[in-house]
């Protein structure tokens, strides 16, 4: 079956950086487009980021846009999430998606796939 495994998340300081990876497997990786959400205590899980199947197009929301930077490595089965500049407001538990589909994709409601969460928190 299909498996998405985060993981690199973790307590920082303000200001600091962490790389989440996300491991796929059980499905045909090159064929997904994958995508980063977030969720806070007490509120939706939202968009973060998101990659098209051959990696050419990305989208990010405007909060992290200039400071989150999401790649794929096809090899490895893999999507990461390079996070720099960090604020205590990105705080959540951070959740990989997978979607059959050449586009880019952008609401959590249209992914098939999700990964348990890798919870990151950011300290002032």
């Known amino acids: 079956q299909v498996q998405l495994v985060e993981s690199g998340g973790g307590l920082v300081q303000a200001g600091g950086s962490l790389r989440l990876s996300c491991a796929a497997s059980?499905?045909?990786?090159?064929?997904?487009?994958m995508g980063w959400f977030r969720q806070a205590p007490g509120k939706e899980r939202e968009f973060v980021a998101a990659?098209?199947?051959?990696?050419?197009?990305?989208y990010y929301t405007d909060s992290v846009k200039g400071r989150f930077t999401i790649s794929r490595d096809t090899d490895k089965n893999t999507v990461y999430l390079q996070m720099n500049s960090l604020k205590p407001e990105d705080t959540a538990v951070y959740y990989c998606?997978?979607?059959?589909?050449?586009?880019?994709?952008?609401?959590?409601?249209?992914?098939?796939?999700w990964g348990q969460g890798t919870q990151v928190t950011v300290s002032s």
């Open positions: 059980g499905l045909t990786f090159s064929s997904y487009a």
């Open positions: 990659m098209s199947v051959n990696g050419t197009m990305t």
């Open positions: 998606a997978a979607k059959w589909d050449l586009r880019i994709i952008t609401s959590r409601n249209d992914y098939d796939y």
